[in-house]
């Protein structure tokens, strides 16, 4: 388990939409290695200079699909057969912010990346916390996250 950038996309305040970030708080509650990078952002536009590294990136977001609650790792491959609006409810979709980052640098960015996503229905932009289903999956992403880690 060593070198990656975690990076947690979301919203606290639009509900689940937030799972990303309490994906990440439920890490910084474990010891983890030194040289493991955490990094939260609002939106997938931030996502695009966090790409520029040589360390393996693994992004943990929100996944518009049924049912809720279930967690998904997706390779780069599994995102683009689906509606890019369904893999972000930011403003620039997940895959667009990976495929401008590679565009503008290539040679820097991330060779490595893996996705895992925690099923939500449509966001709430008024409501704080996460629903019981989506709250339930935030430990279960927590240790498929460390697995891979540790792969």
């Given at each position: 388990?060593?070198?990656?950038?975690?990076?947690?996309?979301?919203?606290?305040?639009?509900?689940?939409?937030?799972?990303?970030?309490?994906?990440l708080d439920h890490l910084r509650a474990r010891r983890l290695p030194a040289d493991i990078e955490l990094c939260e952002i609002g939106d997938a536009t931030a996502l695009i200079p966090l790409l520029a590294t040589e360390r393996p990136v693994l992004i943990i977001d929100a996944l518009v699909a049924a049912p809720v609650g279930r967690v998904r790792e997706l390779c780069l491959d599994q995102l683009d057969e689906h509606d890019a609006t369904r893999l972000s409810s930011h403003g620039l979709s997940l895959v667009g912010a990976i495929a401008l980052a590679r565009t503008l640098d290539p040679e820097t960015s991330a060779r490595c990346i893996r996705v895992f996503a925690v099923t939500i229905a449509r966001p709430d932009r008024h409501r704080q916390g996460l629903s019981a289903k989506v709250k339930r999956a935030v430990p279960v992403a927590a240790r498929l996250v460390l697995t891979r880690l540790r792969a």
């Open positions: 388990m060593s070198g990656w950038r975690i990076i947690g996309i979301g919203q606290p305040s639009a509900g689940d939409d937030g799972v990303g970030i309490a994906v």
